[in-house]
């Protein structure tokens, strides 16, 4: 018998078929994935080995991807406030697997979780003792004696003071992203930290290591309604895969964090935030002058126009202060995360930041 | 009559409300946090933080040892050793294995360490040095 349809009126099934329909079926089921936090994302996937580990740090190598890479490996150093991973995000969304395909030797230096007894590791520890320690081990498994340093973050600080300390350092090039060294530019971290109000040698002495709430909360008071704005970009976009994958992929890294290790946290404070000295030229660690200028290898300062955790104003003057002649300044649109892994990054910085490196990698 | 193209887009409309709220308020919101008065408000925040943590520890420790627990501070003094027994092993390995390769006699070295791929690649625009 022949169905008969009511002119004006649509049976369910074909109802259920049409894009709106569909679309919010598909937001619902996603939005369900978000909230229950199923299937998560597969985060620092590229393959690796620890060559060498000491304590919580370890220095991994990634297997190359190429048979015939650059002759000088690059070392890239991460920051002691968060986790290794937003480098190496995602399968085709990893600054390292674009390294690794553009022909490089890549080798991470990871700090590690601090443990709590790790709060008496100050700057000097990382600085003066491991990153050079690190450096042989990539030396020893390359057979090659220099590498390329690229830090983000507070990892290129350390890479900053590494290199301003140890002149005769077999650092062939040094690339900084999102690294503060003016620390007068950092705004409202710098004004919350003043000395007439923060009590730093209290906060250390009782907790230790700072936990990682705290630091978080701080960063999420900077751009105080971003978050409650990205629940709804999110319910607006939950129909889109690659928008919730790449939403689940940076807030996993966000909210991943590590405690910051006491000391080197005082240092920090007291050193850079109030006396900004690495800007003046004083800032000494166990007696030794953190000498800038006196850095003459090339030099990439990669910073973000509108990062509110190292401010454009923070980071744009570290090439003035190093002592290079091949000096490049890279500025990108973006924040402080998706400098080096949002789309600005995969399109823009990666390219470049090869480009740069290969001519110098020979 | 007006085009479908000219309709408004209200989901366009709703999303460009979004941003320029969240700016506002961002702005506003920093604008009241960076006065003096906050940065006290935040100073004192976490002095009782510290204070609170401070005597949350003197009495859980005072609990512990009570009750004849290892407190909080006696399991970080025995981390401690254990890391550095772990750095002395290191240590001692690492001897072992530039004494096996001094003699001649290099021990099994790790995966990574045996990857040894061509250092010869060149940059697109810069062909390889003639042979």
């Known amino acids: 018998m022949a169905t008969v349809r009511t ?7 074909e109802f259920l078929q049409t894009e709106v329909v569909k679309r919010n ?16 994302p597969v985060v620092g996937a590229t393959p690796k080995e620890i060559v060498y580990s000491k304590g ?52 991470m230096l990871d700090w590690g979780v601090p443990r709590p007894e790790d709060s008496r590791l100050g700057l000097e520890y990382y600085v003066l003792e491991s990153l050079p320690r690190n450096v042989e081990e990539v030396q020893k498994v390359t057979g090659e004696r220099e590498v390329s340093l690229l830090g983000y973050c507070m990892g290129g600080l350390f890479t900053l003071m590494y290199n301003g300390i140890f002149h005769d350092a077999p650092v062939a090039n040094m690339i900084c992203a999102a690294t503060p060294v003016d620390f007068d530019g950092m705004g409202l971290l710098r004004r919350w930290s003043d000395r007439r109000w923060f009590d730093v040698d ?40 690659l928008y919730v994958k790449n939403y689940r992929l940076f807030n996993r890294w966000i909210y991943d964090q590590i405690p910051f290790p006491g000391e080197a946290y005082r240092q920090l404070i007291k050193e ?66 998706s400098l080096v892994a949002g789309r600005n990054a995969w399109f823009r910085l990666w390219p470049k930041l090869s480009e740069w490196l290969s001519v110098r990698s020979v | 009559m007006p085009s479908s193209n000219d309709r408004p887009d209200v989901g366009q409309l709703w999303r460009n409300w979004l941003v320029d709220t969240e700016r506002q308020w961002n702005s506003f919101l920093n604008d009241v946090m960076g006065t003096d008065s906050f940065g006290r408000f935040l100073g004192g925040y976490t ?46 390995e690492s001897n072992l294995r530039a004494l096996a390769e001094a003699v001649g006699h290099p021990s099994q070295p790790a995966a990574v360490t045996q990857l040894r791929p061509r250092r010869t690649r060149r940059p697109r625009n810069q062909p390889a040095e003639a042979k």
């Not at chain 1, 990634?62 to 890239?76: G, H, Q």
């Not at chain 2, 401070?54 to 004849?68: D, G, H, I, K, P």
């Open chain 1, 202 to 241: 209290r906060l250390v002495d009782t907790l230790g290591n700072i936990p990682p709430d705290l630091i978080l909360r701080s960063f999420e008071m900077l751009r105080p309604a971003q978050r409650w704005a990205e629940y709804a970009r999110l319910v607006d976009n939950l129909w889109n895969d």
């Open chain 1, 25 to 40: 079926l598909d937001r619902a089921q996603r939005g369900m994935d978000v909230l229950l936090d199923r299937d998560p």
């Open chain 1, 56 to 107: 919580t740090q370890r220095l991994y190598r990634y297997r190359p991807m190429t048979d015939e890479v650059y002759r000088i490996p690059v070392v890239l150093v991460m920051s002691l406030i968060s986790k290794p991973y937003i480098l190496d995000l995602s399968p085709g969304q990893s600054l390292v697997e674009y390294l690794l395909r553009e022909g490089f030797d890549v080798f």
């Open chain 2, 47 to 92: 002095e009782v933080y510290s204070m609170f943590q401070r005597l949350v520890a003197q009495n859980m420790e005072r609990s512990l040892s009570t009750l004849n627990v290892p407190s909080r501070s006696d399991i970080l003094e025995l981390s401690e050793r254990l890391g550095g027994v772990e750095e002395r092993l290191a240590a001692i």
């Open chain 1, 272 to 337: 850079l935030m109030w006396e900004n000295k690495l800007m003046k030229g004083q800032l000494t660690l166990d007696g030794r002058r953190v000498d800038t200028k006196a850095i003459t290898c090339p030099v990439l300062n990669i910073m973000a126009q509108y990062d509110n955790i190292a401010p454009f104003d923070a980071t744009q003057p570290l090439s003035t202060i190093v002592g290079s002649e091949d000096k490049e300044d890279v500025i990108l649109k973006g924040g402080h995360v």
């Open chain 1, 7 to 13: 002119p004006g009126k649509t049976p369910l099934p």
